[in-house]
T-cell receptor, first 114, second 118 residues
Framework: NAGVTQTPKFRILKIGQSMTLQCAQDMNHNYMYWYRQDPGMGLKLIYYSVGAGITDKGEVPNGYNVSRSTTEDFPLRLELAAPSQTSVYFC?????????????FGPGTRLTVL | AQSVAQPEDQVNVAEGNPLTVKCTYSVSGNPYLFWYVQYPNRGLQFLLK??????LVKGSYGFEAEFNKSQTSFHLKKPSALVSDSALYFCAVRDPMYSGGGADGLTFGKGTHLIIQP
């Protein structure tokens, strides 16, 4: 199993540009998550999905959109990039999303907005 | 609301010595607690979790953590540190009673840099 994969690994955007961060998992997990990691701030939940076709907002959803057309894929869309979105983005997945379930993380995408 | 605190930004330990990375939490119910490790330019890797039962939880790479309900702590420990243990460590909590913030999302601490000196 590849686990959770993310592309690209690095990206530099100009203010106002848009892009999609890709995330895929091959563990047949129902739940998928997007987090951002800012220096010294830990991880903040952006969006999550409990299954194909179902998504919901996390703690910091503004400026982002998601979709979940398949169980495997959970892309994150930035429509109008802003410097405040400079961060490291992690995708994660878990089997049922139950409170005792472990989340498994991808390697991350480092995004810089200039 | 649930929260977790890692009071130390950095912990320095000599190789071969025991190490402790501190974590305290705040929840309204019984907590589910997790430790993750992040190596440079890598994603978070799961180390161990406490759900219920024995207060001493054993995990990957020789790490263990002790759940202390009275002190609301979940400190990460290892009897003998290795240079390869140098990384960023995150404590996370999930309150089963928590209904905000998305699904049953984890709340993460800010992370502690663990530096093992040869």
């Amino acid at each position: 199993n590849a686990g959770v994969t993310q592309t690209p690994k690095f990206r530099i955007l100009k203010i106002g540009q848009s892009m999609t961060l890709q995330c895929a998992q091959d563990m047949n997990h129902n739940y998928m998550y997007w987090y951002r990691q800012d220096p010294g701030m830990g991880l903040k939940l952006i969006y999550y999905s409990v299954g194909a076709g179902i998504t919901d907002k996390g703690e910091v959803p503004n400026g982002y959109n998601v979709s979940r057309s398949t169980t495997e894929d959970f892309p994150l869309r930035l429509e109008l990039a802003a410097p405040s979105q400079t961060s490291v983005y992690f995708c994660a997945s878990s089997y049922r999303g139950g409170p005792t379930d472990t989340q498994y993380f991808g390697p991350g995408t480092r995004l810089t907005v200039l | 609301a649930q929260s977790v605190a890692q009071p130390e930004d950095q912990v320095n330990v000599a190789e071969g010595n025991p190490l402790t990375v501190k974590c305290t939490y705040s929840v309204s119910g019984n907590p589910y607690l997790f430790w993750y490790v992040q190596y440079p330019n890598r994603g978070l890797q799961f180390l161990l979790k406490y759900i219920t039962g024995d207060n001493l939880v054993k995990g990957s790479y020789g790490f263990e953590a002790e759940f202390n309900k009275s002190q609301t702590s979940f400190h990460l420990k290892k009897p003998s540190a290795l240079v390869s243990d140098s990384a960023l460590y995150f404590c996370a909590v999930r309150d089963p009673m928590y209904s905000g913030g998305g699904a049953d999302g984890l709340t993460f601490g800010k992370g502690t840099h663990l530096i093992i000196q040869p």
